[in-house]
């Protein structure tokens, strides 16, 4: 059993006061709207939107929910220890976090797990994906300062930067900043199996 110190009445004040902001910072670093976040969790977008204001305190059922579908532990929106917080994200296999929303919007064709999602002391994401023969990422991959690193399991795929065209193969790996024009497909017949590490 471990003994917990109860804090008091005034010390719960900065703790419920921030949970709002720290809800709102992890959905904008996921780009989610507030409906997009309401609709992962189950949640109104009223309530959402609430919570982030701070008009609204969230029962401990619809902060668990929010967590969950932040990629979240309940204790990042709760903790008030001082402490430091732990040096590494443990991603349990049955466990995986929503992909980040604005990775590839357009994309068609495509099955994609996050791996890892920015917390406030890590910068990087990370999505595992599927690309079916002929899935691409679409039109509007959007342009923004960064960097991605893709890594080809299986298949072959078919990747575009900056005008130049690059047939990465399993085993291949391909680094490039996304304030360039890029895209990919795949054109085999075979699925694609690759895995993309992405820093903003």
């Known amino acids: 059993m471990v003994n917990v110190s109860r804090p008091s ?6 703790i419920v006061d921030a949970i709002g902001p720290k809800v709102r910072a ?6 989610l709207s507030l409906q997009q976040l309401a609709a992962r969790a189950d949640v109104s ?16 059922t619809t902060l668990l929910k929010l967590a969950g ?3 979240q532990p309940v204790s990042a929106f709760v903790d008030d220890s001082g402490l430091e917080p732990p040096p590494a994200v443990h991603v349990r296999s049955a466990e995986r976090l929503p992909a980040p929303r604005d990775w590839a919007p357009g994309a068609l064709g495509v099955a994609v797990e996050g791996l890892a999602a920015p917390t406030d002391a890590l910068r990087a994401a990370a999505v595992e994906v599927v690309v079916e023969p002929g899935g691409e990422s679409g039109d509007t ?31 291949d790996v391909l680094h490039y900043p996304t304030d360039r ?11 694609v199996r690759a895995v993309w590490v992405i820093l903003r």
């Not at 919570?51 to 029962?59: A, H, L």
Request: cysteine-free.
């Open 45 to 60: 977008a009223a309530a959402v939107h609430k919570v982030e204001r701070g008009d609204m305190v969230p029962t401990i």
């Open 141 to 171: 991959r959007p342009r923004r300062p960064g960097e991605e690193l893709v890594m080809v399991r299986e298949g072959t795929l078919s990747v575009e930067v900056a005008g130049e065209t690059y047939e990465v193969e399993a085993g």
């Open 69 to 71: 579908a932040l990629g």
């Open 26 to 31: 992890a959905r904008t670093r996921l780009g």
């Open 181 to 191: 024009g890029h895209a990919w497909r795949n054109a085999g017949d075979v699925p």
């Open 9 to 14: 009445p005034a010390t719960w004040e900065p």
